[in-house]
Structure formats: structure tokens, C-alpha cells
């Protein structure tokens, strides 16, 4: 292949992370991309990232990424015949069960003023013996205790 793509500066009002075709990774939120169709393979944008920019070194970095993507589809192809799954019925069964365990907000903050109120209760009774398991549940879960 003898085609040259020349890819050029496009700036953008749009700060976010675009993908990088040479390395598979992202831009960061920069004003100035890099970037022209893809006339070889069709059309779809290219575009490269700074940090490919200032590596240097494009087409080893291209060929690095076709690598891991070789390596990535290598892999996937090992799981064909592997994998046993829930159906998709089985997996809406389960999401509607862990639905139905959330508590609701009234009952989160019932739940919630039982516990302060034991909570409460301990250091009353006992003030200068608080070790970590008086602390109330969701500071213990923190592992740590508000002063
Ligand atoms: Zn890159």
C-alpha cells in the first residue's frame, strides 16, 4: 500500500476523550485533535492521540496495537464453547429479587434510627468504653468514627 493519509489539526469545542486509532487509547480533553478519514479502509475518522505525538514512533505504536487486538481476539475465541450463562429471563428474575431487597427510603432511615438510637444508648451507658464495634454501622463500614 502506497496511500499516505495526511492527518491534520481540527479544533474542537468539544472537550472530551477521543479515542486514538494508533494506540487504542484516548486524547485527553484537548482543543486541537489530529485527525482525517480513513480513505483506505472506508472512511471511518483516524485520529492520534499527544501522546502517540510525542512517542514518535506511529507505526510501531500501530503495530503494538494490532498485536493486543490480535492477542484480545485470540483470547475470545478460546471462551467459544466455554462459557455456560444464565438466560436472559433468569438474569431479569434476579434483577427484579434484588430490586424488591432495596429498601425503600423510609425503611433505610427506620433502619437507620434504630441504629443511632442503640448507638446512642451505648455511650450513654458506658461512654469512656467505646471500642469500634459501638460505632454506628454505616461509620464502621468506613472504618472509621465521626468525632
Ligand atoms: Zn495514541
Request: hydrophobic share 35%.
Amino acid at each position: 500500500m502506497t496511500e499516505i493519509i495526511e492527518l491534520k489539526f481540527e479544533r474542537t469545542n468539544v472537550f472530551t476523550r477521543w479515542p486514538c486509532t494508533v494506540c487504542g487509547g484516548c486524547t485527553e480533553k484537548v482543543a486541537v485533535l489530529v485527525e482525517a478519514k480513513d480513505s483506505i479502509n472506508g472512511g471511518d475518522d483516524l485520529r492520534v492521540c499527544e501522546e502517540c505525538l510525542k512517542r514518535d514512533d506511529i507505526d510501531g505504536e500501530l503495530g503494538r496495537h494490532a498485536d493486543r487486538l490480535e492477542a484480545d481476539a485470540q483470547e475470545l475465541r478460546r471462551l467459544i464453547g466455554h462459557l455456560k450463562v444464565p438466560t436472559f429471563a433468569e438474569w431479569r428474575a434476579e434483577c427484579e429479587r434484588a430490586d424488591a431487597e432495596v429498601p425503600t427510603y423510609a425503611e433505610w432511615r427506620a433502619e437507620r434510627g434504630r441504629a443511632d438510637a442503640e448507638w446512642r444508648a451505648e455511650c450513654a451507658a458506658a461512654p469512656q468504653s467505646r471500642t469500634p464495634q459501638s460505632l454506628k454501622p454505616w461509620q464502621a463500614a468506613q472504618g472509621r468514627e465521626r468525632a
